[in-house]
């Protein structure tokens, strides 16, 4: 839901009106269906080995091979909206997309390597949007913009799990690094996305710039100092949606 709300939005930003951002939206949301999908079909063997009976697939609620036919189905319906929608440039920019995700559950998620498809992904978003509205290719900032983000949300997703992932013998880049590596990673990738925003922004607004530099200034400040165990991930997580909320503001 998050993903398709932040590529919808942005999609808004830049001149998508109806019927055509309705259209983006389900060929988005169908896609991340397929995603989901596929990942909890992909791990019901890991999770039933760790006891995650939050899973569906662990709780009986759904079968892996149920999942596996409804993530195809989804994945060749979303295809086939996002070409209509973006034409074949923009609508194979969201299906490169959808590949990388894929290539996520299936392969890399469990490799120093899980960072990439999350960075080629996220990276492709703009070129889905431009392409598809205008014909014309993203600005290079916005592409920079969205695999700076994607990776940060990645390595800031994993934060909570990094033991259960590393005790389960998954070896992501957030369990290959450990916790502190993963968490100063995080915040460099994200001072450099803000750091992009914030000087694209000054010229037109100073005002984004602004709030840019002192949301990441707070989000740095609750991190390092709050005692909860989900402090640093919080502020890591609010960091990241300042950024994505700017993303669309400077679109």
Do not use: E
């Not at 939206?25 to 079909?41: F, I, K, Y």
């Not at 259960?164 to 957030?174: E, F, K």
């Amino acid at each position: 839901m998050a993903v398709t709300f932040v590529i919808t939005a942005f999609a808004w930003s830049v001149g998508w009106r109806l019927p055509g951002v309705a259209l983006l939206l389900l060929a988005v949301l169908v896609g991340q269906l397929s995603v989901g999908w596929s990942n909890d079909a992909f791990d019901a063997g890991l999770d039933a080995a760790s006891g995650r009976l939050s899973k569906p697939t662990v709780g009986d609620q759904v079968t892996a091979r149920a999942l596996w036919s409804g993530a195809i189905a989804a994945l060749v319906l979303s295809s086939a909206l996002s070409w209509i929608v973006a034409g074949p440039v923009g609508g194979t920019c969201h299906v490169f997309s959808l590949a990388m995700a894929w290539l996520y559950n299936v392969r890399l998620s469990r490799t120093a390597w899980s960072w990439l498809p999350y960075a080629l992904a996220f990276g492709a978003v703009p070129g889905f949007v431009a392409y598809g509205l205008n014909g014309q290719p993203p600005p290079i900032w916005s592409v920079f913009c969205f695999a700076i983000i994607g990776v940060s949300a990645h390595l800031a997703n994993a934060l909570p799990d990094l033991q259960s992932d590393a005790d389960a013998g998954m070896g992501g880049l957030a369990v290959r690094l450990g916790r502190r590596r993963s968490i100063l990673l995080c915040w460099t990738l994200l001072a450099s996305g803000t750091a992009v925003l914030a000087l694209v922004a000054a010229p037109s607004n100073g005002l984004i710039s602004l709030g840019l530099v002192l949301a990441y200034s707070s989000a740095v400040g609750y991190g390092t100092r709050s005692t909860r165990r989900s402090g640093m991930f919080i502020a890591l997580i609010g960091a990241v949606m300042v950024d994505v909320v700017a993303v669309v503001l400077v679109a």
